[in-house]
């Protein structure tokens, strides 16, 4: 499934679009380029979630952000920082996965071989100004079931 996004308006809405669909344990894998939109469409699922997407930031310096919602607690991921699979694995990422939260990961290709066996994998892509392109890839039975449900109603 692919969507293009015209603004960051856009983007905070397929967010919390995303965020409706979610439950206890989901992982969601963040993959593209720098100011491609990742920590936006964070916010977006923080915002649907129940958390004020003001406190959403990046957590390029901390790693890792927990948010407690009127839903669901979010752990927000930045990985851009790690540069081996060595110093991911020293920060105990594996503990936050498989919880209680919904769990959105930044620069998920740096995990590498590391990436849950499965997940709802979003790829990011700078197409002009505001414009981004969103490519969806299910991960697993689960994340089939959910890119069913968001294909259904993304569009509604």
Request: proline letters at 1%; glycine letters at 8%; aromatic letters at 10%.
């Amino acid at each position: 499934m692919q969507i293009v996004s015209k603004s960051a308006d856009d983007t905070l809405r397929l967010g919390s679009k995303i965020a409706r669909h979610l439950q206890k344990g989901d992982i969601i894998c963040l993959f593209g380029e720098l100011g491609s939109g990742k920590t936006v469409l964070t916010k977006g699922i923080a915002r649907g979630l129940g958390i004020n997407q003001g406190a959403v930031i990046s957590p390029s310096f901390v790693l890792i952000r927990q948010h407690t919602g009127a839903k669901l607690r979010l752990c927000h991921f930045d990985l851009y920082r790690l540069k081996t699979v060595k110093d991911i694995l020293a920060m105990g990422y594996e503990d936050y996965l498989y919880g209680e939260a919904v769990s959105v990961i930044e620069w998920a290709e740096r995990l590498r071989y590391l990436l849950p066996k499965e997940y709802l994998g979003v790829e990011l892509f700078i197409k002009r100004d505001a414009q981004r392109l969103f490519k969806f890839n299910a991960i697993g039975r689960r994340y089939e079931e959910l890119l069913d449900k968001l294909s259904d109603n993304l569009f509604k």
